[in-house]
């Protein structure tokens, strides 16, 4: 019995462990201090939620003796284990140094799948983990283990659906926080560039809505975003070309060309327009089905910035796809910020 009870203990020592190394790697990945975290990051809060239903779970297990008695102990180790794995790797490699190379898979970042595959073995092993816990409480007759990965799968696409449902109301108001304001900066975030250096249709909607807030007094630079493929112009470099050709002059226009995500490009903002100068009003130009991404992201860096949508019309198929593959990037990055 005292076993089982320093088992728990340990299992709750484990769950606590498991929540820092997520927040500090969550923090020290994207090189933000741990002095900025903000527990009521939406984000943050999650992660608090999830360990600390696992641990008030064990816990509850705790003071049932007899609940102990048909618990399965060496399974809850190897689970509880195998959850803390991942980050533990992940927090290794960061400390010794070791990066992930910079490439593509499926158009997919590397480093985000990489790391999106720990970081979801992790989050599936704690869901399915309380679960189990849950089911020793209430001593079931039959833990059907099996049901039990059914029911985590079906959580997580459920997850999933609410977060792009949420994701499609935000983008129907892509335009309105902007109205009546004015900005000092604009910022065009970066995307494809095609052959002979030309924007793809979606970039040059951006840049053109960048021009158009430019013409009507509405900012007073341009600043853009993006690097580039070997042999290729950076898309801040194909930006700067068409709004020069727009007749826009240089000293309105500024380029930086080293970064290659979203995020990569708000911690700029962070770093360079917002940081540099506290009272500079900035403006992000984006899709409107990255727009809540965006917004979440520049919370997460507290970074104040307002965002609005090219004129780009997409299909009512892309639209949704597109809105669907951003509403999971958008649960990751809330849950692990990548």
Not at 129 to 156: E, N
Not at 253 to 261: G, Q, R, V, W
């Amino acid at each position: 019995m005292k076993s089982n009870s320093k088992s728990i203990l340990k299992f709750v020592l484990i769950t606590v462990l498991h929540l820092i190394l997520l927040y500090y790697l969550k923090y020290s990945l994207n090189n933000i201090s741990i002095t900025e975290f903000n527990l009521f990051n939406f984000g943050n809060f999650i992660n608090l939620t999830s360990s600390a239903l696992l641990i008030i779970s064990l816990l509850i297990l705790f003071i049932l003796p007899s609940r102990q008695n048909q618990s399965n102990f060496k399974l809850l180790s190897f689970l509880f284990y195998l959850m803390l794995i991942p980050v533990t790797l992940m927090f290794a490699a960061h400390i010794v140094g070791i990066s992930v190379p910079r490439g593509y898979i499926f158009g997919f970042q590397q480093r985000k799948i990489i790391f999106g595959l720990l970081y979801l073995t992790s989050l599936s092993v704690q869901i399915y983990l309380l679960q189990i816990v849950w089911g020793y409480i209430v001593a079931s007759k039959s833990i059907i283990f099996a049901r039990s990965i059914v029911w985590v799968i079906a959580f997580m696409i459920s997850t999933i659906l609410l977060t792009f449902v949420y994701s499609l109301i935000y983008s129907s108001n892509g335009n309105l926080e902007s109205s009546n304001k004015k900005y000092d900066v604009c910022v065009v975030l970066g995307a494809a560039v095609w052959s002979n250096n030309q924007p793809s249709p979606i970039f040059k909607a951006r840049i053109e809505k960048a021009n158009d807030l430019f013409r009507a007094g509405i900012v007073n630079k341009i600043q853009l975003t993006g690097s580039n493929a070997p042999g290729e112009i950076s898309e801040a470099g194909a930006a700067f070309n068409m709004l020069r050709d727009f007749g826009i002059n240089k000293s309105n226009l500024a380029i930086e060309e080293k970064t290659s995500t979203t995020s990569e490009q708000i911690k700029f903002i962070k770093d360079n327009l917002v940081n540099d100068n506290k009272e500079a009003s900035v403006i992000i130009i984006s899709d409107a089905f990255h727009l809540i991404r965006i917004k979440e992201m520049c919370k997460f860096y507290r970074v104040e910035a307002d965002v609005i949508a090219s004129e780009y019309e997409l299909s009512w198929e892309k639209f949704l796809f597109y809105s669907f593959r951003d509403s999971i990037s958008l649960l990751l990055f809330w849950i692990f910020a990548i």
